[in-house]
Each structure stands twice: as structure tokens, then as C-alpha cells.
């Protein structure tokens, strides 16, 4: 089992920045594929970026792109996201997922586990 607790949420204005942290408890951290989605309130969860278990692979959504950055540290057995130039739009509960095949997927059902989520509010 292992548990993905994410940290760094908050208030922001528009045009601000955030970085969340997905840390997560086990050391074969480095063979997981690692994902970030979010949901915002009377909307279906919904991917915004992925990276695999060598980093090499990193995928993001159209809405995020070039405005988001995904990273993950092996050693600290933590994965990231890098947040600037965020809009209202992008107010959510944005929840970190393990996949254990590696493949940092678009796709929900592949991933095995998932945090608990961390609130992001942009204001106008």
C-alpha cells in the first residue's frame, strides 16, 4: 500500500504561483508513474499532468500546458507541480495518483492510488 499525501495548496491571485508536493511512502517511489488531477466543484476530476517512472515521458493537459510544470524526485520520493500564470479557471482539489507500471498516464483507471487532495483557489 502506499499513501500520497499532498501539500501546498492555498489562496492565490490570478496571475500568481503555487508548487505542490506529492510525497509519497515507499521507497520503490522511483518505479511508479506519478500523475495530478483535479477537480473543481459540480465537475468530473480531470487530468492535468503526468510524468513516468524515469521522467522521460512528461504529458499535460491543453489547458495547462506551457503554464504548469510536473518533476519528480526520486530520492525525496516526491513528485511536483509547478504552477504559474493561474487563472480562476484552474480553482480546484488537485489530488496526486501512483500508477505501478510506470507510465504516467492521462487515463484515471490506470493509476492505483491516490492522495487525498489539496485545495487551490485563484481569485479574480
Known amino acids: 500500500q502506499v499513501q500520497l499525501v499532498e501539500s501546498g495548496g492555498g489562496l492565490v491571485q490570478t496571475g500568481g504561483s503555487l508548487r505542490l508536493s506529492c510525497a509519497a511512502s515507499?521507497?520503490?517511489?522511483?518505479?511508479?508513474?506519478m500523475g495530478w488531477f483535479r477537480q473543481a466543484p459540480g465537475k468530473e476530476r480531470e487530468f492535468v499532468a503526468a510524468?513516468?517512472?524515469?521522467?522521460?515521458?512528461?504529458n499535460y493537459s491543453d489547458s495547462v500546458k506551457g503554464r504548469f510544470t510536473i518533476s519528480r524526485d526520486n530520492a525525496k520520493t516526491t513528485a511536483y507541480l509547478q504552477m504559474n500564470s493561474l487563472k480562476p479557471e484552474d480553482t480546484a482539489v488537485y489530488s496526486c495518483?501512483?500508477?505501478?507500471?510506470?507510465?504516467?498516464?492521462?487515463?484515471?483507471?490506470?493509476?492505483?492510488?491516490w492522495g487525498q487532495g489539496t485545495q487551490v483557489t485563484v481569485a479574480s
Open positions: 515507499t521507497r520503490t517511489f522511483s518505479i511508479y508513474g
Open positions: 495518483a501512483a500508477d505501478k507500471y510506470g507510465l504516467g498516464s492521462e487515463k484515471q483507471e490506470v493509476y492505483d492510488y
Open positions: 510524468i513516468s517512472q524515469s521522467g522521460r515521458t512528461i
